[in-house]
Structure formats: C-alpha cells, structure tokens
C-alpha cells in the first residue's frame, strides 16, 4: 500500500478528508512516506490527538490523526525532515513526545517561559534558565566539530528578525552551522485557540510582515471552505490584487538587502525607491503599506475598492516605466552578479530533503507553484522557467523575474476590475475545519482552522520559513562567513515566521 | 524583569535633557533590536534608513553594535528570550542613553500582550523616551517622531498631506 491508501484505509471523521489511523497504521504510513513522494505539509496537536496534513493533488488536503498515548505518537521526521522543526515544537508547547524523531532538542522553549508545556492540559512550571539562552548542538555537530566556533544575532542591529546562527569557522570559511530559535516566538498558537474569528484573521496578518497579506488569504479561505461558503470571482480578483501586490512589494525588498549586501548601493537604493513609488499610489487606495487587514473572512476590506483598478493600471505604467530600467540595471551591474554568482547554492537534492517550494526551489530547478492550482488565478497564472542553479545570483533574478510577472497580471486585472466594489459577505460560523492556501513571496502558506461555537478552535500554520531554515543550515558549510547575510536574505529565512 | 526594571531606571536621564549635542555633525546613533514582533515595524524602518527618505539628513544613523549607539530603538513584542539579549544591548551602550519604541507591540506589547512566552511592551516597565505607535507606524511617522526628540519637523512634506503616512493599518 501506498502512503495515500494507509491514510484512506483509516477510519472517517467528521471532516471528509481527514483519517483517523491507529498506531500501527500510523507507523506503517511513516514507512510508506519513506518510499512515497506524497507532498506533506506538516504535523501539530491539539492536546488530545496528532494530525498530519498532505496535499496529494494540488491544493487538495488529505489528513491522518493518530490519538495520542500516553503522550507520545511516532515521529514522521525519519521520512520527513522539515517534520522535525514541527516535532519539536510540539514538545515544547504540550509535552507530546516525537518517538524515533531525528532530533530532540527544544526549538523555541529554552526555559526562560512562565509555563513548560504551556498548551497542556496541565502546564508545567516555570522554567528556571536566568539569562541568555545558549546554543545547544546538535549530536552531529557535537561528534564532528573542529575549528572555531562563533555565532551571529539575535540583535545585529540589522532591521532583521531574532535568530542566532552558530558557526565553525576554519580561516573565513564556514565549516558547519545550526541555528537557535525561539527569540521571536510570541505564542500564535495559544493566541488563536478560542478566539474570535475576525481576531484571529487580524493575527494571522502579524505571523510575518512581508507576506501578511498571503497568510490573511490563506487563513480566511480556511475559514471559508470550514464554512462551506466560496467568495465570489470579483472578491477573490480583489484578493489576487493583493496577493500579487505583496509579491512585488517584498521582491523588492529582498533584492534591495541583496544589493546593499553585495555592496551595490545604487542598485539597492533604487529597489527601494520603486519600493517607495508603488506604495505611494497603493496605500492611499488600499489603505495600508504593508496590506495587513484587507482581506477579512467572507470578503476584502479597502479603503476605496472601486479604485483598484483604476490602481492596477497606475502601477502597470509605473512599471512599464521603471522595471525595464531596473532589470538593466541589476544585470548590468559592474560586479552585482559576480558578488552573487555560486554562492550559497540550494540543489534540487536540498530542496526535496527540506521539501522547501516558493521561488527558492523554482531558483534550483524545482517545478512549484500553488498559484498554478487555484482558481483565483485561473487564466493569470502562467509557467515561466528562469535561471536554476541555485545560487543567490539564480535566486535574485528569479525574484526580479517575478515582479515582472506579478506586474503583468495586475496590468490584465486592471480593466477587468472596472468599478468592482468589493465588500464582505456575513458568514455564520458552523462548527468545522477548512483547509486554505496562497502563494506568498516564498512559497506556499497553508492554514488549517477548526471553527467550534462560532470561535476558532485551533489554527495550524504552515509557513516556507520552517524548510527555509533547514535549507539555510544545510547550504552554509563551505561558503565565506562574509557571505551569510546574502544567503539567509535571499532564502527568506524569517524568525517572526518561524517562531509562530 | 525585576532585574530590568532596576538596569533601566538606575542608568536612566533625568528630565528630559539632551542626549548629546546634534546637528549634521553630531548624528543620533540608533541601535535597533526586534524583540519578537512580525518584523513590519523593522520593515519600515529598513525603508526609512533606505535612502527614500532623509534620515541621515534629519540627524540620525543606524549602528551595528550597541557600543557606538546613543539610543536604543525596540521594535516588538519583549519575549522572555530576548529580554537578556536587550539588557545586555543596553549594558553595553555608553551613558548619557535612551530608549525608542517603535510601534505598538514594543510600547504595549500590541497584538502580543503577556502571556507565557512575552512580556508584553516596554510600557511601565522602563522610563520610554520616545513612543511611535501604529502596527506598523509609516516610516514618514518614525521620522517625524524621531525630530520630535529635537523638537523640529523633518524637512519637507509632513505626514498630514501623505495620503500613504496618515495610514495605520488596523
Ligand atoms: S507593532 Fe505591528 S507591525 Fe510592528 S512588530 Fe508589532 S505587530 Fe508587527
């Protein structure tokens, strides 16, 4: 049996796609996933059980739970290994122990929190750690290291999110490194259990500035399909507006620290300067710069709706106007892209371990795209190939490629947008789980919510930032120290994300 | 926190007297730190120091190490992790100091009150020289609020006729 039939061979529960599997069945999955490419998303808890959620065609969810016993469930990390950063997250917020996991060091609970295990049924007590939190190695890095070891953050004074990187370094070459986390955990989790929905929706928005507007869209579809109510086309082009708006936006931003790492200031400067001229035309429309809290469950919320179009057009002359310049530029660059060329080099072997997608796999080969699945981008969406060696040079004009793309759909949303008003539908809150997904700026953001007495329950997140971490871990040995702010910026590596 | 409360008050100005002379000479050097928000309020600084707007004009710069910084500007949430990390940042900056809070969760802790893991904002927790709310608060809002320490306007359009900097977005 394959993996997808050991989930369908289990019992049916009350959501049509989720499975309730017992422990045999549960390990025999966990060794079917060793054979299978079945695309997993991740693994959470709610205290009682233990669900997995796959994504076997397209943007369909098929789901396993397993009962916990006696607090512990076999860990899907040996097939899986993004599913350890879940594993061990899990452990930290209820206790739930990740048998044969491939690694159990906490992730974000380093005993400084007023509660171990503070989703339990019973929390813990307080951690007794005073202090800063240390580096704790992993049992490879404690059996191999040679060399000097130093580390980087969690405050570099750079405007980046708190993470620390541990490094060995022989001569100015990077040996190995593993990363600290937790810095940036403000308890997502527990904040959505038993929240109003709209409060909900408003958190969701500040899992990660930069891709606010992908997780609102992915969180309110969740809602959405738990509801069993669909948005209308014109709402869901609103949303797309948004969507692709935020790709440009944060493209941006990422190839202006990318610049200014690799030493091109004018380059970087002129990034955010066309930064700077679309969020002039777009925040007075839509009403925000950073597009957190316009797409709300059951509709979109903007400031003047019926001038999105008129909005898109504005930004696809901007664009016509600016773009080609900038695309020369970069390419043109007297040592931009020799500063990048081979350096931290993400490979198709990388990107299947760490199951990472967004525009980091499509840099190194990698064929994702959840836009390609979803209606709302129905005869927008199209297949580009660029550059996929996987560098951050590759990465970079990956990133510029698809401003460019993102530039031309919101040019062709303009006049099919007209005089669209927007609005809201009410929805009433049956009890439910949904599943819900966009294409953020790196990659897929999927959320699953259980709505229970017109609340949210629970939430499950899924961000590329946890596969971003692994892949960031994995591509630093062999590169020049000098070289980690280009590569963590141009993975997307983001502490606010990852922390939850 | 007990302990930072007392750093924080032992080593703080009193009345609100000058930090140092300033002036073009004289830039306010900035230490920032995230400790733990969604990062939009670090976004909008990196806009801010990026080079659309005039920061280094109106008197200030960013520093990478708390050594060379006059002042210690927060953005986010104070998680339990951080806050050593922050005393530390501050131990090591040199007197006469201060401290900045940009955006809502550094000053209330915003959309990230207490609970297990954070502590909230720096509100009554620390003598705050300069608060900036908004979730995130535009980068011409940081910028005028940053003036506001020298008691000037920066230079040019003020957020009152920007549409995108009278925003906040919730
Ligand atoms: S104040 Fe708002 S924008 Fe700033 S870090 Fe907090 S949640 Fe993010």
Redesign the interface.
């Given at each position: 049996m394959d993996a997808e039939a050991h989930i369908r061979a289990g019992a049916e529960t009350e959501t049509p796609w989720r499975y309730r599997l017992d422990e045999l069945a549960w390990r025999d999955l966990v060794d079917g996933l060793k054979q299978s490419h079945l695309p997993f998303v991740g693994v959470w808890c709610d205290g009682v059980d233990v669900h997995a959620l796959f994504l076997p065609h397209g943007v369909q969810p098929l789901a396993a739970t397993l009962a916990l016993e006696d607090g512990r469930y076999p860990a899907l990390s040996p097939a899986r290994a993004v599913s350890s950063l879940y594993e061990r997250m899990i452990f930290d917020l209820y206790g739930a122990e990740a048998m044969w996991a491939t690694d159990v060091r906490p992730l974000v609970d380093h005993e400084v929190w007023s509660n171990t295990t503070p989703l339990a049924a019973s929390p813990g007590p307080a951690g007794g750690h005073k202090g800063m939190i240390a580096f704790q190695p992993s049992d490879a890095w404690a059996a191999e290291t040679v060399g000097v070891m130093t580390g980087i953050g969690p405050a570099t004074g750079a405007r980046e999110t708190p993470l620390h990187t541990a490094l060995v370094l022989d001569g100015e070459t990077i040996t190995r490194a593993e990363t600290l986390s937790g810095y940036a955990h403000r308890g997502l989790t527990q904040r959505w259990k038993n929240s109003r929905v709209d409060d909900a929706c408003r958190l969701s928005g500040r899992v990660v500035a930069g891709c606010s507007a992908a997780h609102q869209v992915a969180f309110c579809q969740a809602v959405e399909a738990a509801c069993g109510e669909t948005i209308g086309h014109e709402v869901a082009q609103l949303r797309v507006v948004l969507l692709e708006l935020e790709r440009c936006l944060q493209h941006l931003y990422t190839l202006g620290g990318l610049a200014r790492e690799a030493g091109a200031l004018l380059v970087s400067s002129r990034c955010m300067w066309f930064r700077e001229q679309i969020l002039t035309e777009t925040a007075p429309v839509i009403g925000s710069r950073l597009l957190m809290d316009h797409c709300v469950p059951g509709g979109v919320n903007l400031r003047a709706a019926t001038e999105i179009g008129t909005l898109c057009t504005r930004i696809a002359e901007l664009g016509e106007e600016i773009y080609p310049t900038l695309v020369e530029l970069w390419q043109g660059y007297a040592g931009l892209a020799g500063r990048m060329a081979g350096v931290g080099v993400v490979n198709s072997a990388v990107l299947e371990q760490v199951g990472l997608d967004g525009p980091v796999a499509r840099a190194g080969g990698g064929d994702c795209d959840c836009r390609r699945d979803l209606r709302m981008y129905d005869g927008l969406w199209r297949f580009t190939a660029g550059r996929h060696d996987g560098s951050v040079e590759d990465r970079a004009a990956v990133l510029l490629d698809e401003i460019g793309e993102s530039l031309r759909m919101l040019t062709e949303l303009g006049p099919r947008l007209g005089l669209t008003a927007g609005g809201r539908i009410d929805l009433t809150y049956p009890d439910g789980e949904g599943v819900g997904m966009a294409e953020g700026p790196w990659g897929t953001i999927l959320y699953w919510v259980r709505l229970q007495n017109g609340r949210v329950d629970q939430v499950f997140m899924r961000d590329p930032s946890a596969s971003a971490l692994l892949a960031y871990e994995a591509a630093l040995p062999g590169q020049a120290v000098a070289d980690i702010g280009l590569i963590r910026a141009s993975l997307g590596v983001n502490a606010a994300a990852l922390d939850g | 926190m007990g302990l930072i409360r007392a750093v924080f008050d032992a080593a703080f100005r009193q009345g609100g007297t000058r930090l140092k002379p300033v002036g073009p000479r004289w830039p306010l050097l900035l230490?920032?730190?995230?400790?733990?928000?969604?990062?939009?309020?670090?976004?909008?600084?990196?806009?801010l120091?990026?080079?659309?707007y005039d920061v280094q004009g109106a008197g200030f710069g960013?520093?990478?190490?708390?050594r060379a910084a006059d002042v210690l500007l927060i953005t986010?949430?104070l998680?339990?992790?951080?806050?050593?990390?922050?005393e530390?940042?501050w131990q090591a900056m040199p007197t006469p100091k201060g401290v900045i809070c940009v955006g809502n969760c550094a000053i209330d802790g915003g959309?990230?009150p207490e609970?297990?893991?954070?502590m909230g904002g720096l509100d009554r927790k620390v003598r705050i020289d300069l608060r900036i709310p908004g979730?995130?608060p535009?980068p011409l809002q940081v910028l005028e609020g940053l003036c506001s320490l020298f008691g000037k306007r920066p230079e040019g359009e003020t957020s009152a006729d920007h549409?995108?900097g009278s925003?906040?977005?919730?």
């Open positions: - | 230490f920032h730190v995230d400790t733990g928000g969604c990062g939009g309020c670090g976004m909008e600084l990196e806009a120091g990026a080079g659309a960013f520093v990478q190490s708390p986010g949430s998680t339990r992790t951080m806050a050593p990390v922050l530390a940042a959309f990230f609970n297990y893991t954070t979730c995130p535009t549409g995108a925003s906040t977005s919730s």
